[in-house]
């Protein structure tokens, strides 16, 4: 089954605690991209990533660092978490041929700073 | 500064009835729209999309309209159903880094609720 994976779904941590959420798709698309989620404020996009090893800010980067080592796998690292960063998370994936195609999106990753 | 707008927070309509969900965006590079639907505890999934060359564009019981001059964008759901309760966000495609990538601009979403 074609699929973007997130884990953990949910998670509760506290303020410095360095975390890692990860993001997997086995579509063998090239665009990757994490989003969050907050009230009011809709999906904004934190970071993407357009292939192996090139990734790029988008629009609330700060706080935040991505890798792309693999073409499916693109986690999302907290090196130390703040309580505005409590969420809702989602990794999105797409094919990448004219810019126009569809995004897949995770189930979604809720994350609580304390 | 938000370049998607999507004013009403909610709606609700009647089963059976027409559902319009508005869009208004302010930055006249985007060159392509897309509504995504969102139930509870699950992530955005595609809906129905149109490009900026076109005005309209339908698939079943949903029609997407675009007026380029207005900035404006709605989604029409005929006949409603109680299953199309959910959070739709409308979204924009537009080109960055001078042309060597495009992302998506949401909006911050209308959650529908179709009553029986």
């Known amino acids: 089954e074609a699929q973007v994976t997130q884990n953990p779904r949910y998670l509760i941590t506290v303020t410095g605690k360095k975390l890692t959420v990860t993001c997997s798709q086995n579509?063998?698309?090239?665009?990757m991209s994490w989003y969050r989620q907050d009230p009011g404020l809709g999906l904004r996009q934190i970071y993407y990533?357009?292939?192996?090893?090139?990734?790029d800010k988008g629009d609330v980067p700060e706080g935040y660092k991505v890798s792309r080592k693999e073409k499916r796998n693109f986690p999302l690292i907290l090196e130390s978490p703040s309580p505005n960063q409590t969420s809702l998370y989602f990794c999105?994936?797409?094919?990448?041929?004219?810019?126009?195609?569809?995004?897949?999106f995770g189930p979604g990753t809720r994350l609580l700073v304390l | 500064d938000q370049q998607v707008k999507q004013n009403s927070p909610s709606l609700s309509v009647q089963e059976g009835r027409i559902s319009i969900l508005n869009c208004d965006y302010t930055?006249?590079?985007?060159?392509?729209f897309l509504w995504y639907k969102k139930y509870p505890a699950e992530g955005p999934t595609f809906l129905i999309s149109?490009?900026?060359?076109?005005d309209k564009n339908e698939d079943g019981r949903f029609t997407v309209f675009l007026n380029k001059s207005a900035k404006h964008l709605s989604l029409h759901i005929v006949p409603s159903q109680p299953g199309d309760s959910a959070v739709y966000f409308c979204?924009?495609?537009?080109?960055?880094?001078?042309?060597?990538?495009?992302?998506?601009?949401f909006g911050t979403g209308t959650r529908l609720q179709v009553t029986l």
């Open positions: 999105a994936s797409s094919p990448w041929t004219s810019g126009k195609e569809t995004q897949y």
């Open positions: 579509m063998n698309h090239e665009y």
């Open positions: 990533s357009m292939n192996v090893e090139v990734t």
């Open positions: 930055n006249s590079m985007f060159d392509y």
């Open positions: 149109i490009s900026s060359i076109k």
């Open positions: 979204a924009a495609n537009g080109w960055i880094n001078t042309g060597t990538a495009s992302k998506l601009t």
